[in-house]
Each structure stands twice: as C-alpha cells, then as structure tokens.
C-alpha cells in the first residue's frame, strides 16, 4: 500500500470558521509533510514532521496549526485564514531520515485538499 | 533561493515524439528526483538518480545527471497523450533534514 489518503478533498471556509485538514498513511514512514500549492507553482513546504516531532516550520503564519497525532496520521488546522490561503494543501510521507538509504527521500503525496477562503 | 529551475516551462509535442526537459540547480545535493503532477492532483515519484550516478532508465523514462554543471535532464521516449502533466525536479541537498527543494515546473502537453 503506497497511498497516502487526504480528506477532505474540497474545503470551502469562511475567515473566521476553524477546520481542520487529515492525512493518513499506513506505509510505516516516519516523516510527514505540509505542502501549499498555488495554481501553475511547485509545492511549497510548510511543515515536516520527523517520528512525530516537529522537525521544520518554514516561518508558516500561525493561523495554520499542524499536529502529528502518531506516527499515521497528520493533520492542519486552519483558524482565521485570509482569501490568499487558498490553495491546494498536499501531504506527503518519506520513510524517514535515520533510515538507511535513498529510498528514504522518496516521498508519496496525498491527492490534496482543494482549500477555498472567501 | 529556487534550487530547481526547469526548462522549457512549458513543452508541447506530438504523441509518439521523444520529450526533453531539463533542470539547474545551485548548491551540492545527495540526489536528485523527477516527480510527475497530473492537474489538481498529488505529486508522483518518477526516478531518482544520486549523485554519484550519471544516468538511470526506468521504463520509457531516461534521467541523466551532471554535477559538474549542475543539471540534469529527463528523456520521456515514445510520449503518450497520458503523459500530458506538470513535472517537476526536486533536489536533496546534504544536511537538508528530509527536505526537498522543488524546481519551478514543466508543463508537458502531448497532442493525439
């Protein structure tokens, strides 16, 4: 099993509504990651997760929220975004750095949540 | 800084043509890896090459590497109109901590 599962797949939300984003993936890989994706962009990175420790914030705004419930699961919480949030938010999992190897840098990327802000 | 910068940005061809495209980067990297977006979708791993590798074949796909120039350069023979999607090069540079760093993307359009 390679997937990495998103939910949900579209979001619409107000500026002041808080909801959450999930990822999901059962592939025993201990890094997981945030991306944001603007249309025509490459992903940028928001957070990663190394064995369930935060291991980078890329200066994210605090309205996004992450949490690393175990090693399978991700989620992001959004409070008070701002119409420029919207994006399509993808997660993605790698086997993890203390890993031997390269296949350890290859990372698996959920379908992604199309997130609008209005 | 952009590590990855593709080029062309955007390459249309007829199926059945070979499709070239190529990406720079700036610092020393580990590996390099070429990932694949179908519209609105996830990213999908195509190959990866390491450093110390020149060139690698996967299937129809051949990724070469030049870390003299820094660059490297992924061949899709015999296109097919489902290979139509963004690709994007994606570096993984020594000390980066499980980051990737992606290039700007390539559109591929591949006409029937």
Known sequence: ???????????????????????????????????????????????VYSYEKLSINESVPSRFSP????????????????????????????????LAGVAKNIQYFGAGTRLSVL | SQQGEEDPQA???????????????????NNLQWYRQNSGRGLVHLILIRSNEREKHS???????????????????????ADTASYFCATDAPGANSKLTFGKGI???VRP
């Open chain 2, 59 to 81: 299937g129809r796909l051949r990724v070469t590497l030049d870390t003299s120039k820094k660059s490297s350069s992924l061949l899709i023979t015999a296109s097919r109109a």
């Open chain 1, 67 to 98: 949490e690393c419930p175990n090693s399978s699961l991700l989620n992001l919480h959004l409070h008070a975004l701002q119409p420029e949030d919207s994006a399509l938010y993808l997660c993605a999992s790698s086997q993890g750095r203390l």
């Open chain 1, 1 to 47: 099993d390679t997937e990495v599962t998103q939910t949900p797949k579209h979001l619409v939300m107000g500026m002041t509504n808080k909801k959450s984003l999930k990822c999901e993936q059962h592939m025993g890989h201990r890094a997981m990651y945030w991306y944001k994706q603007k249309a025509k962009k490459p992903p940028e990175l928001m957070f």
């Open chain 2, 107 to 109: 559109t591929l359009s």
């Open chain 2, 11 to 29: 390459l249309s061809i007829q199926e059945g043509e070979n499709a070239t495209m190529n990406c720079s980067y700036k610092t020393s990297i």
